[in-house]
């Protein structure tokens, strides 16, 4: 054996000596100590001390070293790595526990303590304690923060599920995934879910079956039961697991009133197995009424369009029946257009109507992700056709403004002093000379010719009237 708070014991379970008979004088301080020690050992076989936890210190052997104390006294206290592996929580400093053990003498020292085989929280459960702890640190290191969960798929094809393959919460949720969505794709990876390493095969089967192509979401989880028959999903590495899980997690463990740890990393939590089945996929026919829906307002639609338009036709129709014969050909034409008219919109609707069923047909066997972003692409190519179609009718438009320019051009009178004609103003500028009687000999004016303008002084009338 060594000191209690010094190197482990070499031998973790000394035999129980017997007293030696008191001999005649002084005796040895090691003699002492031996009697003394087959006394205690002798005396205190086993014993529950209650006390507070001080100077813990775990050594890398494995062995716990600590000392219990109350308001009076203290006691050092030690657990070998063989009990210390059947904790089921952390030994803290100021922890108020129940160590379970024997005394015994460490010789070398003169010294008494406490080796321990179970300690138990006072006044709170191991699993309690345990499952308090591991709750703080996650929820220190971010692990349950709600910015991290992720939104499951609408309509997921491959679903996994782990669970066990012999309990009863597989076939509550393969009932309800086969009802409510039966062209899902079911992959199923079997764990055990109850006893001791549970929890590491648990995790083992989430990252196994995360790595199966296609996957979309994941359901963990286990029928109800006991809090011991549920705490492989309090398992540290259960919940890193499903926290570095690549697709949505829904934790569904036990009833609506038991909480595990997975329920707080898991992206969702579900109250049931047979729940998170419902949550993970949507009924088909919610889908379809969507369609229908949508149908029904394509055609309300059309009839409001058609109407518009039959409203349309008939004011110009009684605009055209105020003007005579002149527009009698102009109406025959309106009432063709208007018949066409109505032929294509019934033409675009029955196209529209096959075009939807045939879109109804598609979106039942083919992911919504997919047909959106076939749309997308058809509204880019129709709106990139659109823009070719505004620019040819801009060009046209800029065509006829230069032709309209041009005929504009032909008339104006500034086109007439290109020919050689010039137009006289008086020297003001304000009025045009029509006649030479208007002017006088000596008089400024202004003559406009196609290029520039002179200013003369008139020194003869010739041809006055």
Known sequence: ??????????????????????????????????????????GFSRVDVEGQVSGFRPHSSGHLYFSLKDERSQIRAVMFRTDARRLTFRLEDGQHIVARGRI????????????CDRLEPHGLGALQLAFDQLKRRLAAEGLFDAARKRPLPTLPRKIGVVTSRSGAALQDILRVLIARHPSAHIVVRDARVQGEGAGDDVARALRAITEVPGVDVVIV???GGSAEDLWAFNDEGLARAIAASPVPVISAVGH?????????????????????????????DTFRNRIDRAIERL?????????????RALR????????????VL??????????????????RLARARQRFEQLRRRIEARDVRRVTADWRLRLER???????????????AEARSRELAARLHALSPLAVLGRGYAVCWDDTRTSIIRSASSVSPGDAVRVTVAEGELRCTVTERIGER
């Open 1 to 42: 054996m060594a000191d209690a708070q010094g190197l482990p014991f070499d031998d973790p379970e000394p035999d129980v000596v017997s007293p030696p008979p008191a001999p005649e004088g002084p005796i040895s301080v090691g003699e002492l100590t031996t009697r003394l020690k087959a006394l205690v050992e002798g």
């Open 104 to 115: 015994s003498v460490y010789e070398v020292r003169g010294e008494y303590q406490i080796i």
């Open 221 to 223: 989880g286990r029928g």
């Open 256 to 284: 609506e009133v038991d909480f595990t740890i997975a329920d707080f990393v898991a992206d969702l939590r579900a109250a049931t197995p047979s729940n998170a089945a419902e949550l993970v996929v949507e009924r088909a």
């Open 299 to 311: 055609a309300a639609a059309t009839r409001r369009a058609l109407d518009s338009r039959r409203q």
């Open 316 to 327: 110009a129709e009684t605009r055209l029946a105020r003007y005579p014969t002149r527009i």
């Open 330 to 347: 102009q109406q025959r034409d309106c009432q063709e257009y208007v018949l066409r008219m109505r032929h294509a919109q019934l033409d």
């Open 382 to 396: 129709m709106d990139g056709r659109l823009r070719q179609t505004g620019v040819a009718r801009v060009r046209g």
